[in-house]
């Protein structure tokens, strides 16, 4: 199987097309969507998890903020991907940037 | 989002409703046109809860009676005399001076909202049923694809495993095919006939029985494979190359002696064995819960009119007992009934005419939402088949024989378990684990699920970030208290 | 072996010693009186370790232990380095900062006694804590330090005194709360659900629950109740490596393996033992991030996973009872050990001895002296008379 298309097209209206980085690599989306699903429909599923402890990392289990295991770093600060809208530009990433954590 | 800035009233809300879903809403609908001053709060940026979820920029060409009847409520909603605290990620409540203090985490910051009632209509969650390489990627709940399919508009996956049990199967089902995916298969884990054991109850909603029905025609011709009494035991591989394999099972949920593994290749797999209460807040306040698999399982208690065993708690939809999304609403309009009666805001004559035909309508409504509750109840057979190598806690990486050997050792209740194991302490707050732990100790001990228990509620109800909740201080303003003694 | 719900027994099981609480001071003391040979029995209403015993921050420090309960801590505190691994204790060192000149000499004042009572404790410039600790805060102006200072995983503590009791001979009965006590000639009648438990002694060690035990003998016991707020983190990057506490002593903070932070230092929450239950009050939970925020500035995007209170017992001199109780032949209570988790190990096993009618090391704290009608006096006499 190959990561072919995940986006319902028929009959669904779609937001303005954006895109954000991942660990510096672009992610394209639509305005609307969360981070979570951006990321399932481009192929991405898991990442690395925090340290010793804590969750596996999957972009989508529960989908609706319970589950924490889609959790990622933007601009130093803990998100949940699946309660993230998709912005333009957005520096979404696995692991804070040192700068970012110690102000 | 809101046309006007939020300000609370000085003396504070008179009623304030957690959730807008459909109880939620039509909680506070029917608070505010009693002339309560209403505030709701929810953790999503519009409401809807999950029956109506959305997601804002994305919209169906043609909207279908589900979208229709949610952006309704969503109008309903902003046209009313109601401050509407969305995106608020409630992370405490507390009682103090008569009154409950609702603590959130807003998109401006911090906001503490107070009231006299607090109608908690926070719905319900998926039960999950571990099996070996839950945790990998690719797998998600049946409700997660129910988000992914209406609200993101987006396929799980091209050829999706669709496994566990209740309404959800179906559902997910359909609109992947709707949606131009294919269904590797359905694997129930009931036999067919479970569908129709209710029959009486099903028919008292002939439009959603006939839906289903529908539903189920249409993706038995579409060639969708169905595996009836079967389990999902094992995921193996890597996104998108899965394999999926599936074992009969008995009434109990039991591996039968007799059956035979079958494996499908998939890109995803989506499971989900029905909805339990989520009770996060009401077990925080320490309200009285009971145990009702008919009702999902632990539910918090509440009276004919909606009224926790805590003075002005009250408890609707699905978090009471999850009778589904058409009983919601009449169980949110009785509780803020309750709420305006118990402030004497109406007399008890206005409240019993009132409340008597609400009342009504939401046992009429319940009836079906009851049986699909029922219909997706697995035995606690399904724990006990399971190789002691799988992950019961995925938090804490903890597998069954982890939890095995504590309740050997005397680990009697989910508390005790938790603190011997940690199984419930991570992020997820026991949400994913917490159920199938209690079914393992039900096994070893037989105890019941009442003596069992919950964990205890703390909060904060969700993460919460530390700097969020800090905000800006002045470390010389720091009220400190005493001095430890030396 | 630990027993569950117990069928009625026809007749009423009978001891050397019933003691009312399998926490630290409880467990500890009921082992060491089985070492000597008694029979013991332990009744808990929940489970083991799962008061304050099992639900504290986990703080294994001498810094912040009191100047007289010095030579207690340091002697459980080798108790819990034994424990080692089945505890998760680690050996991390600990910091105590001050960040204005007014903690500095509270800090210099109250660590210079505490290095005399025999906590090897040294002086830092903020300097030689930041090469050491980076994550720390860059207003700190003066700092002390142990290396032997540390943590356990409080969470471990109830399965952990489970197995030493089960491993001691010790009868323990969990889930069985004490519904009344009778006192007669041939000693104590403890009645629990499903029948009674007969013993010669009694030794009540039940936390905040004592002086509720203690009213069922008819001895009323002016013993108040802290309600202490812990917040642990989600797992993240890790920024800390030795433990951190406060000038003032109301802020504990350690990161553990996971990368979880545990955020401490005795802020109160709101409830009572009556009810069993203790609510977080958000407002003395922000106070307490925003030092711990203050003293690492790292923490500030960690997120907050769990807070918890957990009742600690005291009286108004803030030390331990750990003694006869006044009035009634053969009993004894010990509780209201500040630092307990610490001093428990070494504090229990000396109540024990008392019970058996042995010298004990190192003195105990008279409970008599809380009466109305007992000894009264300050501290240090209270001490000097218990050394005789």
């Known amino acids: 199987m190959n990561d072919a298309v995940l986006r319902i097209v028929d009959g669904v209206e779609r937001g303005a097309a954006i895109r954000f980085r991942f660990d510096g690599r672009d992610i394209d989306a639509y305005e609307g969507e969360s981070v979570a699903a951006a990321l399932w429909a481009s192929g991405v599923r898991a990442w690395p998890g925090e340290g010793d402890g804590g969750p596996p990392s999957r972009a989508v289990f529960c989908a609706m903020g319970i589950c924490q295991q889609c959790a990622l770093w933007i601009g130093g600060v803990r998100v949940e991907a699946c309660r993230t809208p998709a912005r333009d530009g957005l520096d979404v990433r696995t692991r804070p940037r040192s700068t970012e954590i110690t102000p | 989002m809101n046309a006007r800035p939020i300000i609370e009233p000085r003396e504070g809300y008179d009623v304030v409703v957690l959730g807008a879903g459909p109880a939620g809403a039509a909680a506070a609908i029917e608070a505010a046109s009693l002339g309560l001053r209403t505030a709701i709060a929810d953790e999503q940026v519009v409401a809807g809860g999950q029956v109506y979820r959305v997601a804002p920029g994305i919209a169906p060409v043609r909207a279908d009676q589900e979208r229709t009847d949610g952006d309704r409520i969503r109008a309903e909603l902003g046209a009313g005399n109601i401050d509407r605290c969305f995106a608020h990620r409630v992370w405490h409540v507390e009682r103090a001076n008569d009154r409950w203090h609702i603590h959130a985490l807003g998109p401006e910051g911090p906001r503490t909202l107070h009231a006299a009632a607090l109608i908690v209509a926070t719905g319900a969650q998926e039960r999950h049923l571990p099996f070996a390489g839950w945790e990998r990627p690719g797998v998600m709940g049946l409700a997660a694809a129910t988000v992914m399919l209406k609200a993101q508009r987006m396929l799980p996956g091209r050829n999706v495993v669709v496994a566990g049990a209740g309404p959800l199967l179906l559902v997910v089902a359909k609109a992947i095919v709707d949606g131009g995916g294919r269904v590797a298969a359905i694997v129930d884990a009931h036999p067919r006939s479970a569908w129709f054991a209710s029959a009486a109850d099903l028919l008292s909603r002939p439009d959603l029985a006939a839906r289903g029905m529908g539903w189920y025609r249409a993706l038995h011709s579409a060639g969708v494979p169905m595996h009836h009494g079967c389990l999902l035991r094992a995921v193996d591989g890597d996104a998108p190359a899965l394999r999926a394999s599936v074992f009969p099972v008995d009434r109990e949920g039991r591996a039968r002696a007799d059956g035979k593994a079958v494996t499908i290749a998939c890109d995803a797999v989506c499971c989900g064995y029905g909805l339990m209460p989520a009770t996060d807040v009401t077990r925080l306040l320490g309200a009285s819960h009971a145990f009702d698999l008919t009702l999902g399982g632990w539910h918090v208690v509440v009276d004919d009119d909606q009224r926790c065993n805590i003075p002005r708690l009250y408890a609707a939809g699905d978090g009471a007992g999850v009778v589904g999304a058409a009983a919601a609403p009449w169980q949110g309009r009785v509780a803020a ?150 | 072996m630990t027993t569950r719900t117990q069928p009625a027994r026809a007749s009423a099981d009978r001891y050397d010693l019933v003691v009312v609480g399998a926490g630290i001071m409880g467990a500890t003391a009921a082992l060491r009186a089985a070492q000597g040979g008694m029979r013991v029995a332990v009744v808990e209403r929940d489970g083991a370790g799962s008061g304050a015993s099992g639900v504290n921050a986990g703080t294994l420090s001498l810094q912040i232990k009191r100047v007289a309960l010095m030579p207690y801590a340091l002697i459980g505190h080798e108790w819990w380095r034994r424990a080692g691994d089945a505890v998760g204790f680690k050996r991390t060192g600990g910091y105590t900062l001050a960040f204005n000149s007014r903690e500095q000499a509270l800090l210099e004042e109250r660590m210079t006694l505490k290095r005399a009572a025999g906590a090897p404790i040294e002086f830092m410039s903020s300097a030689q804590v930041r090469t050491r600790e980076p994550a720390l805060s860059d207003r700190i102006v003066a700092a002390s330090f142990c290396a032997e200072d540390g943590h356990a995983d409080s969470t471990r503590t109830g399965a952990y005194l489970r197995g030493l009791l089960r491993d001691g001979n010790v009868e323990l009965r969990e889930h069985t709360p004490v519904r009344a006590i009778d006192h007669g000639d041939a000693g104590f009648r403890v009645t629990v659900p499903g029948g009674a438990i007969d013993a010669r002694r009694i030794l009540i060690a039940s936390g905040a629950w004592t002086a509720s035990v203690a009213a069922m003998l008819g001895v009323t016991l002016p013993i108040e109740v802290r309600v202490n707020t812990v917040s642990v983190t989600e797992p993240g990057p890790q920024h800390l490596h030795a433990g951190i506490g406060h000038a003032t002593g109301l ?36 106070q307490n991030l925003r030092l711990a925020r203050f003293a690492v500035p790292a923490i500030a995007h960690a997120r907050v996973m769990r807070s918890w209170t957990g009742f600690e017992a005291f009286v108004a001199d803030h030390y331990p009872l750990a003694g006869a109780l006044p009035g009634v032949a053969d009993a004894y209570i010990l509780t209201c050990v500040r ?17 058996l009618g042995r010298e004990t090391a190192l003195p105990l704290f008279e409970p008599a002296r809380v009466m109305d009608s007992g000894a009264r006096g300050d501290s240090a006499s209270l001490l000097a008379s218990a050394r005789g």
């Open chain 3, 251 to 286: 802020l504990t903070l350690k990161q553990k393996a996971s990368g979880s932070f545990l955020i401490g230092g005795g802020w109160q929450g709101r409830g009572s033992p009556a009810t069993g239950r203790g609510e977080v009050v958000a407002e003395t939970l922000l």
């Open chain 3, 339 to 355: 630092g307990g988790y610490t001093i428990g190990p070494c504090i229990g096993p000396l109540v024990a001895d008392l019970i």
């Open chain 2, 337 to 486: 009934m309750a709420a305006a009666r118990d402030l004497d805001r109406i007399d008890t004559a206005t409240h019993a005419s009132r409340a008597a035909p609400a009342r009504r309508e939401r046992i009429r409504a319940a009836r079906f939402g009851g049986v699909m509750t029922r219909i997706a109840n697995v035995g606690d057979g399904a724990v006990a088949s399971l190789a002691s190598g799988v992950t019961m806690c995925q938090c804490e990486r903890l597998t069954r024989a982890t939890l095995d050997a504590a309740i050997a050792d005397g680990c009697a209740t989910v508390n005790d378990l938790k603190g011997a194991t940690r199984c419930g302490m991570g992020p997820c707050g026991g949400r994913l684990c917490e159920d199938a732990a209690a079914r393992l100790i039900a096994l070893a001990t037989g105890h019941t699920r009442t003596e069992i228990g919950q964990a205890t509620g703390r909060p904060p109800l969700r993460p919460v970030d530390l700097d969020a909740l800090a905000g800006d201080f002045d470390y010389d303003a720091l009220p400190m208290p005493a001095t430890a003694p030396l």
